[in-house]
């Protein structure tokens, strides 16, 4: 059964013309980094964006990720900004600090500068899990990034 709504429905839109976004990429785990990045492209040029429209900065690994989204967004150059990085969980708590801590500050960056910033990242307990979501069976998360940062863009754009 639909929900009844009364007053302003506000929801954005996948079309991507128009809007620019920035993408940061951690070097570590390039292999799959680089399948989110051309899935992340792939899905804003399908949806009607242009490559031209995409700045993409690359960091040393995922904990840096939160600095070169800081400073894209200090630029107030674009609509939207992903974040694209592997952390695979090793013998070590390593991997649930740096995935924690990621993601706390991302989600932080984006209510801070009221700019969309989505989550690419594979947080994987093993190399089968970051093939899977780095583009085979359990689809690419570079993808789900950029499509979520399309519609944000164009939500954020409508509430405007």
């Given at each position: 059964?639909?929900?009844?709504?009364?007053?302003?429905?506000?929801?954005?839109?996948?079309?991507?013309?128009?809007?620019?976004?920035?993408i940061v990429c951690a070097r570590f785990n390039d292999f799959f980094?680089?399948?989110?990045?051309?899935?992340?492209m792939d899905a804003i040029v399908r949806h009607g964006g242009d490559a031209a429209d995409v700045a993409v900065a690359y960091v040393p690994g995922s904990y840096e990720i939160p600095f070169a989204?800081?400073?894209?967004?200090l630029t107030k150059k674009y609509d939207a900004v992903l974040a694209l990085?592997?952390?695979?969980?090793?013998?070590?708590?390593h991997a649930g600090y740096i995935n924690s801590e990621?993601?706390?500050?991302?989600?932080?960056l984006g209510?801070?500068?009221?700019?969309?910033?989505t989550y690419g990242m594979i947080t994987a307990e093993n190399?089968?899990?970051?093939?899977?979501?780095?583009?085979?069976k359990a689809g690419n998360k570079g993808v789900d990034a950029a499509m979520a940062a399309i519609e944000m863009a164009n939500l954020n754009r409508e509430i405007r």
């Open positions: 059964m639909a929900s009844k709504v009364a007053g302003t429905v506000f929801e954005g839109s996948l079309d991507a013309k128009g809007l620019k976004f920035g980094v680089s399948k989110l990045l051309d899935g992340a989204i800081k400073r894209m967004l990085g592997v952390v695979i969980q090793g013998a070590t708590s990621v993601s706390k500050c991302i989600a932080q209510l801070e500068f009221g700019v969309p910033v190399l089968e899990q970051a093939i899977e979501r780095s583009g085979t």
